[in-house]
């Protein structure tokens, strides 16, 4: 069964609207959850590290103040997307590492979002 | 240069066929990397790690060559429900993150 799920699994919304993506681990703890994105054709593309208690470490190009993340308990990890965009348009999934084997991760269904 | 890079195909090849995939990459300081699958649509899922040694899980063989910053994925005996994107990853040489290649897609048909 899966160990981290992802709500919504997809969204629709209009330019200029904010979308929340929440990513949960399940039936274990993650201290550090990734944050991808991934546009059609192209690979996954790691946006952040969400660390819990403390502040998200931000990948280069990737704007944190648009990219919200809030990693507020060992379980759930979620990324806003403010004032959205039809270029915003994208499949975001997130992972959790299992057991601090930061290279084995689990990842989220991944959430489509459609910008319109 | 990407720090992983894969051929995109699309390889189309028959049931029963052996195909193999492969994948370079640029860091010299990574140390761990993997296959993953990916579906349409869906998130990808670990295939199998790759070691040095070589490692064989039923129909799928990984190798890696340290020297060559290569690795190859082999499928023997293709089905058709190993149609698939195939991700070649590696870790980012001490930053705790992984880098993904863009994928190889893989087709099987009857």
């Known amino acids: 069964g899966a160990v981290v799920s992802q709500h919504p699994s997809w969204v629709i919304c209009k330019s200029g609207t904010s979308v929340k993506i929440e990513c949960r681990s399940l039936?274990?703890?993650?201290?550090?959850m990734f944050w991808y994105r991934q546009f059609p054709k192209q690979s996954l593309m790691l946006m952040a590290t969400s660390n819990e208690g403390s502040k998200a470490t931000y990948e280069q190009g990737v704007e944190k103040d648009k990219f919200l993340i809030n990693h507020a308990s060992l379980t759930l990890s979620t990324l806003t997307v403010t004032s959205a965009h039809p270029e915003d348009s994208s499949f975001y999934i997130c992972s959790a590492p299992v057991r601090d084997r930061v290279y084995e991760q689990y990842f989220g269904p991944g959430t489509r979002l459609t910008v319109t | 240069r990407k720090e992983v890079e894969q051929d995109p195909g699309p390889f189309n090849v028959p049931e029963g066929a052996t195909v193999a995939f492969n994948c370079t990459y640029s860091n010299s300081a990574s140390q761990s990397f993997f296959w993953y699958r990916q579906d349409c649509r869906k998130e990808p899922k670990l295939l199998m790690s790759v070691y040095s040694s070589g490692n064989e899980d039923g129909r799928f063989t990984a190798q890696l060559n340290r020297a060559s910053q290569y690795i190859s994925l082999l499928i023997r005996d293709s089905k058709l429900s190993d149609s698939a994107t195939y991700l070649c990853v590696g870790d980012s040489g001490g930053y705790n993150k992984l880098i993904f290649g863009a994928g190889t897609r893989l087709a099987v048909h009857p």
């Open positions: 039936d274990f703890q993650a201290t550090t």
